[in-house]
């Protein structure tokens, strides 16, 4: 099973710039959801969505837009990047929404904007 | 709000010693709380997941227990090795919105071979 998978590992943006990370999973979660993680900060729930078509915002939704026109996929799209947005990008995906079962997470995306 | 705290920041032990990672949280009606590990330049990994009406859930060398009423949980790693080092982060559902979970900002645990 591949799990969570998302690309880039790595990107440099410039200030105004935009970009999508991707995210995709083939466990047939109906769950999933982006995090920021920032040094010396717990993870921070950006948007989040419980099946295809359906999406929420987190804590810090701000800057940000998602889709999820299928169960497999879950792009995070940057509008107009700003420094402020630098940071470690998680998606995560877990069977159930009701946040009582194991969550798996991709490998990341380490986003520098300059 | 749920608030989760993870002290200390930081820990070295020895290969071969047990030790206990801490977790503390504000709302003692929790849910669930759930223990991840974080390799550098990785994902994170679920290791526990402990129901409210579970006092503890146990995985290999790993033991987690779940005390509500002290608004706490610990991760007890016995005979830790080097291959243990990584960041230990705990979760527990927002208590306003099942969607989300509320981080502690992990502890980085080192162990000295």
């Known amino acids: 099973n591949a799990g969570v998978t998302q690309t880039p590992k790595f990107q440099v943006l410039k200030t105004g710039q935009s970009m999508t990370l991707q995210c995709a999973q083939d466990m047939n979660h109906e769950y999933m959801s982006w995090y920021r993680q920032d040094p010396g900060m717990g993870l921070r729930l950006i948007h989040y969505s419980v099946g295809a078509g359906i999406t929420d915002q987190g804590e810090v939704p701000n800057g940000y837009n998602v889709s999820r026109s299928t169960t497999e996929d879950f792009p995070l799209r940057l509008l107009s990047a700003a420094p402020s947005q630098t940071s470690v990008y998680f998606c995560a995906s877990s069977y159930s929404s009701s946040m009582n079962t194991e969550a798996f997470f991709g490998q990341g995306t380490r986003l520098t904007v300059v | ?113």
């Open chain 2, 1 to 113: 709000k749920q608030e989760v705290t993870q002290i200390p920041a930081a820990l070295s032990v020895p290969e071969g010693e047990n030790l206990v990672l801490n977790c503390s949280f504000t709302d003692s009606a929790i849910y669930n709380l759930q223990w991840f590990r974080q390799d550098p330049g990785k994902g994170l990994t679920s290791l526990l997941l402990i129901q409210s009406s579970q006092r503890e859930q146990t995985s290999g060398r790993l033991n987690a227990s779940l005390d509500k009423s002290s608004g706490r949980s610990t991760l007890y790693i016995a005979a830790s090795q080097p291959g243990d080092s990584a960041t230990y982060l705990c979760a527990a559902p927002h208590m306003d919105s099942n969607y989300q979970l509320i981080w502690g900002a992990g502890t980085k645990l080192i162990i000295k071979p």
